[in-house]
């Protein structure tokens, strides 16, 4: 499973960070503004109950009925006798209800009940006491629960929003030239010559922008270097060898001779195309859909040619499996792979060629299999015969190529988004897989 971007990292890091930071804000505010709250509130209660009462004991009569209707009208308060079988529920539990209801006794003495609903009704019950008799002082308007406690809550959702959005400016300001420079990469390494990077914005991106595109710059000019390096050698190589196989043709030698000369010049001249097949970065060809069945059964049909006739190559091909990249780079693999397998695959014990050249395919990527019965090679070797140069000398005696027929196998695997794995064949032998990207 692939891992983030960095984008999706910085943004993450910074979104937890401004959620910690308001997070420890908000506590701290509620923590800070919890106590004068609630003494505002009880201040409020308070002042409530001492009117309520100031009207029952000290108002004249004829105006106290109508100093308790105001109040029921305007401020929600009622009054009610207390009676020892009242079903009183009290105020739920709170650090802000608790700081509140303490407050309020406090201020209106230690005998002072508070309740959050008396025989079913809801609302602020405060207990009274006037003379011998107790009453409940109801307020239906509860200052408890007012709006503005929770206000915090939206402010906060809003700075969240705010901050949120500036993260996400803020983390694609700074990853914008860290993502071109990943494209720039990506498109360099599958052989494509990006497009210049802007020089410009913070000096630390400037000097790494500045650096790519020398960078790039160089290696076109040393990709075109080596491209007329390869042309000459092409040409002052393989020009002679093909004068001395005309001289040889020619030439009055015995058949012997002539037969061990051409052969050598021939692997001379296969040893320089595959130093030239190395050495080739880029495909010829632009990608194009290829037909992975067809081009597997053609790759060994021709191996099933240059091999000996008491040789035996079996297929096991899925149909139909196709695949986007380069026609002539794949054929040039298949044939190094079966090369391989046709050339060192021989039983140890019986002498006799084996191969069974399977491909198989899934959404994701398809697989060609060469196993052979040869005598294989040591785990330790697996990873050094995919460098160039490089033979399997123990178990692979005899050898005259030039050790870059893996090599040039792992590296068009690589150009296809694959792989060339080597693995032990059992009992013996080698099994070679190249997987390639659909």
Same mark, same amino acid.
């Given at each position: 499973?692939?891992? #983030?971007?960095?984008?999706?990292?910085? @943004?993450? =890091?910074?979104?937890?960070? /401004? &959620?910690?930071? $308001?997070? !420890?804000?908000?506590?701290?505010?509620?923590?800070?503004?919890?106590?004068?709250?609630?003494?505002?509130?009880?201040?409020?209660?308070?002042?409530?109950?001492?009117?309520?009462?100031?009207?029952?004991?000290?108002?004249?009569?004829?105006?106290?009925?109508?100093?308790?209707?105001?109040?029921?009208?305007?401020?929600?308060?009622?009054?009610?006798?207390?009676?020892?079988?009242?079903?009183?529920? #009290?105020?739920?539990?709170?650090?802000? @209800?608790? =700081?509140?209801?303490?407050? /309020? &006794?406090?201020? $209106?003495? !230690?005998?002072?009940?508070?309740?959050?609903?008396?025989?079913?009704?809801?609302?602020?019950?405060?207990?009274?006491?006037?003379?011998?008799?107790?009453?409940?002082?109801?307020?239906?308007?509860?200052?408890?629960?007012?709006?503005?406690?929770?206000?915090?809550?939206?402010?906060?959702?809003?700075?969240?929003?705010?901050?949120?959005?500036?993260?996400?400016?803020?983390?694609?300001?700074?990853?914008?030239?860290?993502?071109?420079?990943?494209?720039?990469?990506?498109?360099?390494?599958?052989?494509?010559?990006?497009?210049?990077?802007?020089?410009?914005?913070?000096?630390?991106?400037?000097?790494?922008?500045?650096?790519?595109?020398?960078?790039?710059?160089?290696?076109?000019?040393?990709?075109?270097?080596?491209?007329?390096?390869?042309?000459?050698?092409?040409?002052?190589?393989?020009?002679?060898?093909?004068?001395?196989?005309?001289?040889?043709?020619?030439?009055?030698?015995?058949?012997?001779?002539?037969?061990?000369?051409?052969?050598?010049?021939?692997?001379?001249?296969?040893?320089?195309?595959?130093?030239?097949?190395?050495?080739?970065?880029?495909?010829?060809?632009?990608?194009?859909?290829?037909?992975?069945?067809?081009?597997?059964?053609?790759?060994?049909?021709?191996?099933?040619?240059?091999?000996?006739?008491?040789?035996?190559?079996?297929?096991?091909?899925?149909?139909?499996?196709?695949?986007?990249?380069?026609?002539?780079?794949?054929?040039?693999?298949?044939?190094?792979?079966?090369?391989?397998?046709?050339?060192?695959?021989?039983?140890?014990?019986?002498?006799?060629?084996?191969?069974?050249?399977?491909?198989?395919?899934?959404?994701?990527?398809?697989?060609?299999?060469?196993?052979?019965?040869?005598?294989?090679?040591?785990?330790?070797?697996?990873?050094?015969?995919?460098?160039?140069?490089?033979?399997?000398?123990?178990?692979?005696?005899?050898?005259?190529?030039?050790?870059?027929?893996?090599?040039?196998?792992?590296?068009?695997?690589?150009?296809?988004?694959?792989?060339?794995?080597?693995?032990?064949?059992?009992?013996?032998?080698?099994?070679?897989?190249?997987?390639?990207?659909?």
């Amino acid at each position: 499973m692939r891992s #983030p971007s960095l984008f999706w990292r910085t @943004l993450l =890091l910074v979104l937890l960070l /401004i &959620v910690a930071s $308001l997070t !420890a804000w908000i506590q701290s505010y509620r923590v800070l503004e919890r106590g004068p709250r609630a003494q505002t509130i009880a201040q409020q209660v308070v002042s409530v109950v001492n009117i309520t009462r100031a009207a029952l004991v000290y108002a004249d009569p004829f105006v106290r009925s109508d100093l308790l209707a105001e109040l029921a009208a305007n401020e929600g308060v009622r009054i009610y006798p207390l009676e020892p079988d009242d079903k009183v529920t #009290p105020l739920p539990d709170g650090a802000l @209800l608790k =700081l509140i209801e303490q407050a /309020i &006794v406090n201020k $209106l003495g !230690a005998g002072t009940r508070l309740a959050s609903e008396v025989n079913g009704i809801a609302g602020l019950w405060i207990s009274l006491s006037i003379a011998d008799d107790d009453y409940w002082v109801y307020i239906n308007r509860d200052p408890v629960a007012r709006t503005y406690g929770t206000q915090w809550i939206g402010w906060a959702a809003v700075a969240l929003l705010l901050s949120v959005i500036g993260a996400i400016l803020i983390t694609r300001l700074i990853n914008r030239p860290l993502a071109q420079l990943s494209r720039a990469s990506a498109e360099l390494g599958s052989g494509h010559n990006p497009a210049p990077l802007p020089e410009t914005g913070p000096s630390e991106i400037r000097t790494v922008n500045e650096s790519f595109n020398r960078m790039v710059a160089d290696l076109g000019k040393l990709e075109a270097d080596r491209a007329l390096l390869l042309a000459g050698i092409s040409h002052d190589l393989r020009t002679p060898l093909s004068r001395l196989r005309l001289e040889l043709e020619m030439a009055q030698l015995p058949e012997a001779s002539r037969a061990a000369m051409v052969g050598d010049i021939e692997q001379m001249d296969a040893i320089v195309r595959q130093f030239l097949d190395y050495a080739r970065t880029a495909p010829q060809a632009p990608a194009a859909e290829v037909d992975l069945s067809a081009a597997v059964t053609t790759a060994v049909q021709r191996a099933r040619i240059d091999a000996e006739p008491d040789s035996s190559v079996h297929l096991h091909i899925a149909p139909d499996v196709r695949i986007r990249g380069f026609a002539t780079e794949i054929d040039r693999a298949l044939d190094n792979l079966l090369t391989n397998a046709v050339r060192y695959g021989r039983d140890s014990e019986t002498g006799q060629l084996h191969v069974t050249v399977s491909l198989t395919a899934n959404a994701a990527h398809a697989t060609v299999a060469v196993i052979d019965r040869g005598s294989g090679v040591f785990v330790a070797e697996i990873d050094r015969l995919l460098r160039p140069f490089e033979r399997g000398e123990s178990a692979r005696s005899g050898s005259t190529g030039a050790g870059l027929g893996l090599p040039i196998v792992d590296r068009i695997a690589r150009m296809h988004a694959g792989s060339l794995r080597l693995l032990p064949n059992s009992p013996r032998g080698l099994r070679a897989e190249m997987i390639i990207a659909r």
